[in-house]
């Protein structure tokens, strides 16, 4: 009776398990934990975005059940957003929908368009619920190795020919976590030119968009064509330091936008409206509020690759996102030398393989403590004996 459906069944286990244990044992040992691991930032929420949804608060019309698909006022303010950004236009009435946090729309999109036995395109090492979304569709994950050669792009040419014709979804994510890769237009090109020639969906995930230190990422709908086959996920959670109040939205093919809103108006009721008063609000002033921000990440950035760089790791410096993805050292394996450098360093960072088999050979800092801290950590590294 309680036993798990076979869908479930099918969800790997949690690979930190050991890990997590480990930590923790650390803790309760009093050690002084350097945690690299979660990508969650320790920056809080820019107080005037705070302030804007205490105010939301206090409306009364606010404490009765969301429009379904997010306010227009906040899918205004997200359809502005990409035409100021990135010089793309959306109709926020049928091609803009808020998110729970885009995790729920990425977990829930599958569920619109996918049937039992399609091929969904996922990229290895990735971002978890891509192929766990797939697998709760009963749709088959197919993975995309990200290499270093290939600067962590996937080899669309090395995908089998026959598997086209069985194709859904592509999934793609850049900035991308956990490589801290980015994108270039080429690329995107060459994925929407596929996805019209074989028929099928493009999935973007925009997550870190707004987290850059150099040239500023790409919209796949900066590419001709793309709105008559992408969907694009986008986050307020790291670009705002928002992660906990759970918020995002979705934009692209009407189609594809309006699948997703029947899917979750069949699950979900929405986003509180002071909430989506206060995204609105943080996208709108987005040129004001996150410069800042970006400052603190590429200090750190800069600070702990320099660093890192002096101790004789390979890795390639991100120019977006606040991961930093490490070979790790010979005669390692990735879970191995993370448990030491817990073991041993109190540092933790995480195993390469837990997002997926081709991210075996790496660890992924995350870059969610201060300077000072990253120095610290980078001081114990200098100690580590092989
Ligand atoms: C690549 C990527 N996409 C999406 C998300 C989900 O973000 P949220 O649900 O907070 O919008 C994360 C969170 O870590 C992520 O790393």
Known sequence: MSELSKRLQKIPPYLFVELDRLKNEKIK???????????????????????VAKRALE????????????SLFFRKACADYMQRRFGVTFDPESEVVALIGSKEGIAHFPLAFVNPGDIVLCPDPAYPVYHLGTIFTDGEPYYMPLTWENDFLPDLGRIPK?????????????PNNPTGASATKDFFKETIA????????????????????????????????????????????????????????????RE????????????????FTALQEAGAYALSNLEKIVPPLRRIFQERRDVFSQELKKLGFEFKKPSATFYLWVR??????????????????????????????SGEGYFRVALTVGVERLREAVKRLATLKP
């Open 328 to 357: 790790v050292p010979q005669g390692y394996t990735s879970s191995d030398f993370c448990k030491k450098l817990l073991q041993e360093l109190a540092v933790v960072v995480t195993p390469g393989n837990g997002f997926g088999a």
């Open 29 to 51: 040992e009093g050690a002084d934990v350097i945690d690299l691991g979660i990508g969650d930032p320790d920056i809080p929420t820019p107080q005037e975005i705070v302030d």
């Open 162 to 174: 026959d598997l086209w014709r069985r194709t859904k979804i592509l999934w793609l994510n850049y």
């Open 194 to 253: 596929l996805a019209k020639k074989h028929d099928f969906i493009v999935a973007h995930d925009s997550a870190y968009v707004e987290l850059y230190f150099e040239d500023p990422p790409l919209s796949i709908f900066e590419v001709d064509g793309a709105k008559d086959v992408a969907i694009e996920f986008h986050s307020l959670s790291k670009t705002f330091c928002m992660t906990g109040w759970r918020i995002g939205f979705a934009v692209g093919k």
């Open 59 to 70: 409306k009364s019309e606010y404490h009765r059940y969301p429009a379904n698909p997010g």
């Open 256 to 271: 594809l936008v309006q699948g997703l809103a029947k899917v979750k108006s069949n699950i979900d009721s929405g986003v």
